[in-house]
């Protein structure tokens, strides 16, 4: 580290601002191309914190022109300048700066961060001419960083402002076919299911919620990280098994594995109310009795021993001598 850059960080350490940007700014003179952004950041985080917004954006704007091999810093510069002139009432010049993010560094963090402010400005404008711009620029992006994330973008837009739900479900699937790494698998293989489901295609749900719940091993698991959506595929899969496909049967074990694959999850006393509605399906009282009894024994506290569970209880009699 140069003297001039420790100088100005002890001086920003001190409480003395105008010190330290004058320091930080003599810390750019030919400074070394690895360390040149810190003090580049240095200052314009230090006139941001000034209140002086206008230079500010100014000197973030700046980056890319001042650090062309930067792109982190380049691309956050712009994206804090971004934000910067939307405080200011400049909205055209901020929206400018933070498709010129998205489009110039898609591989960077401050893209993604562009990504969702200017998705949810374009769901409140127009969400049509939203969802045309994201397919514009996915067909450039489609082997960054970005990718999934414009994938992602696209299918809420249509699944949550246009209700086009089958262009949906088909972007859903291009996503997880292309990016089986992405973040957003977990999500996407969810609403995709969802969306099959309502649209009357519950073999397509199963075969998508399936193929979440083996997301939980590797390649594509880190560590012992569990999903929250696991527990809840697992749940859905039993659920329409036995409501969908009328396969009562079928679907005890599925709701079982709720307990035993996920001990920690919030839906165990759902499952064991659901099973004893699959038993009910069957016309098998001793499985309803005894499913509802473990429920009562473990979850005496369950909003199901409210009202539903002590009704189906004396529809079969539970308790009452064969």
């Given at each position: ?42 200052e ?39 934000m ?201 009282r001793?499985?309803?009795c ?13 909003k ?18 064969p």
């Amino acid at each position: 580290m140069s003297k001039d850059l420790a100088l100005a960080e002890s001086l920003e350490r001190a409480g003395r601002r105008e010190e330290a940007i004058a320091a930080y700014r003599e810390a750019q003179r030919g400074c070394d191309p690895e360390r040149c952004g810190e003090a580049y950041r240095g200052e314009a985080s230090l006139v941001e914190d000034s209140g002086d917004a206008a230079r500010a954006a100014r000197l973030w704007q700046a980056m890319p022109e001042r650090l062309p091999w930067d792109k982190q810093t380049s691309a956050a510069g712009l994206k804090n300048a971004a934000m910067l002139y939307l405080g200011l009432g400049e909205d055209a010049r901020a929206y400018d700066l933070l498709w010129r993010t998205i489009a110039t560094y898609p591989d960077e963090a401050a893209a993604d961060d562009a990504l969702r402010i200017v998705v949810a400005d374009g769901r409140r404008r127009n969400p049509r001419q939203l969802l045309e711009a994201l397919d514009r620029l996915y067909r450039g992006l489609a082997r960054t960083g970005l990718g999934d994330n414009l994938l992602w973008e696209e299918a809420i837009v249509l699944h949550e402002d246009l209700h086009d739900e089958p262009r949906a479900l088909a972007t859903l699937d291009r996503l997880v076919a292309i990016y089986p790494q992405s973040p957003t698998l977990d999500e996407a293989l969810w609403l995709a299911g969802q969306i099959a489901r309502g649209l009357g295609d519950a073999a397509g749900a199963l075969r998508r919620l399936r193929l979440l719940l083996a997301t939980r091993e590797p390649p594509n698991r880190i560590g012992s990280y569990i999903s929250p959506y696991l527990p809840k595929s697992q749940m859905t899969i039993g659920l329409i098994l036995r409501d969908d496909l009328r396969r009562p049967a079928d679907a005890i074990p599925e709701l079982r594995r709720v307990i035993s694959n996920f001990p920690e999850s919030i839906y165990l006393d759902d499952s064991l109310y659901e099973i004893a509605v699959a038993y009910d399906r069957l016309g098998d009282r001793a499985g309803v009795c005894r499913t509802l009894g473990e429920l009562a024994t473990q979850y005496p506290e369950s909003k199901y021993e409210l009202e539903r569970a002590p009704e189906l209880a004396a529809r079969h009699r539970c308790g009452a001598k064969p």
